[in-house]
């Protein structure tokens, strides 16, 4: 372009046969000025300063850097990080001394900072404790209450809610009080419609494991789910995470039918949540069909209460001090080397054993076997 305006080309005609405008051709010919074409820099920069006006110098950046040094080696208060810096040079009237955040930046350029950054490191898959459910071999439903609500004129509302891990397979029961007879009736309707997961997770009220006063205790939620080969699931108390699905799908039942709408009776609400229900289950259709297969619903099935719970309730569970952790109700020493650390807690009523497991979410597949010790739960009779 240079070359062919200094032959007496136009820069109109120039910047059409090249396809640029005029203001690029014009920068080019202000940069070749009248030097040989050979000795111009052509390499492309931005408009302006190579460096910027308010770069801290090389000359500041050096003091910061040796008063750093002399007040780690010196200083009586045994401070040395940007607010000390700052300090000192006041001290020394230096001229033009840098901001605290400026020294604190230099001091990160420099890598002269002591302190480590956190690692932040990936959170482990969805169902990493339970591996079946991690390798997608069974799906897991997750079940909560939702309690405290009132609808105006103090008509008091619960609200058990659930979902499956991989499939997204959502419902939800808007009832005036939920009792394990509740919870068991409602959940005999959705798995008759939708079949049997392998797994159902559940926190630790007593309306899904039953009494805590008692030890070797299993209340009637338990026993439905053991009834018809359903693991049940508790999560550690206080512990966050394993109810993330549910938990989330609590937030989004308050917020897209609690919140939205005035309800004057509980029919009303239950009218709305099943709206929500049936559109929710409609979007993830495809992620729902996807999911690992359910088995079916068995047809002459019926709940016996008095009948011996058979198959493997899991408990997850956190050790103590000395590595101890409680299952209902019982205190089990799993290993002095693992305190204060989560296991996965395997009781199998069949087996007469629980099996202890670790749990790292650091390492989700470590999961080895810690120990295995006899349990044998009593046969009683079930208070309905």
Same mark, same amino acid.
Request: with cysteine; aromatic share 8%; glycine share 8%.
């Given at each position: 372009?240079?070359?062919? #305006?200094?032959? %007496?080309?136009?820069?109109? /005609? $120039? ?9 690029? +051709?014009?920068? *080019? ?120 609500? #009132?609808?105006? %004129?103090?008509?008091?509302? /619960? $609200? ?9 397979? +959502?419902?939800? *029961? ?211």
């Amino acid at each position: 372009m240079v070359t062919a #305006v200094r032959r %007496g080309t136009s820069i109109h /005609e $120039v910047a059409k046969r090249f396809g640029v405008s005029r203001s690029t +051709v014009q920068r *080019w010919i202000q940069r070749a000025a009248k030097k040989r074409l050979d000795r111009v820099d052509w390499s492309d920069r931005p408009a302006g300063r190579r460096e910027p006006i308010n770069k801290t110098s090389g000359n500041i950046e050096s003091l910061v850097l040796g008063i750093r040094r002399d007040l780690k080696e010196s200083s009586a208060l045994g401070e040395y990080g940007a607010v000390a810096i700052s300090r000192e040079m006041k001290k020394r009237r230096v001229k033009s001394a840098p901001s605290i955040r400026t020294i604190g930046r230099v001091l990160e350029r420099r890598g002269a900072l002591d302190g480590r950054k956190r690692t932040r490191r990936p959170a482990p898959p969805s169902g990493w404790y339970l591996p079946d459910v991690a390798d997608w071999q069974a799906e897991v439903d997750c079940f909560d209450i939702v309690e405290g609500l #009132v609808i105006q %004129g103090g008509i008091q509302v /619960e $609200v058990l809610n659930g979902i499956s891990l991989r499939g997204g397979l +959502v419902a939800s *029961w808007p009832r005036a009080k939920i009792t394990a007879k509740s919870t068991v009736n409602v959940l005999t309707r959705h798995w008759r419609a939708f079949g049997l997961p392998g797994c159902a997770q559940f926190d630790n009220d007593t309306v899904f494991q039953g009494p805590h006063h008692h030890p070797d205790t299993l209340g009637r939620v338990t026993r439905f789910c053991l009834s018809l080969g359903v693991t049940p699931v508790f999560t550690p108390p206080r512990e966050t995470g394993f109810q993330a699905a549910i938990e989330n799908f609590n937030g989004r039942w308050q917020s897209k039918v609690w919140s939205r709408f005035h309800f004057p009776s509980r029919l009303e609400l239950l009218a709305q949540s099943n709206k929500f229900v049936t559109a929710s289950r409609r979007r993830s259709a495809e992620r729902i069909a996807n999911a690992p297969p359910r088995a079916p619903f068995p047809e002459a099935w019926k709940l016996d209460l008095q009948a011996p719970p058979q198959g493997v309730i899991v408990f997850l569970r956190r050790t103590n001090a000395t590595g101890k952790a409680t299952v209902l109700g019982h205190m089990f020493s799993i290993d002095r080397n693992w305190l204060n650390r989560l296991v996965r807690a395997e009781v199998d009523l069949a087996h007469d054993c629980i099996r202890f497991y670790p749990l790292r979410r650091r390492d989700p597949t470590y999961q080895p076997l810690l120990r295995e010790a006899p349990y044998h739960f009593p046969q009683r009779k079930f208070h309905e």
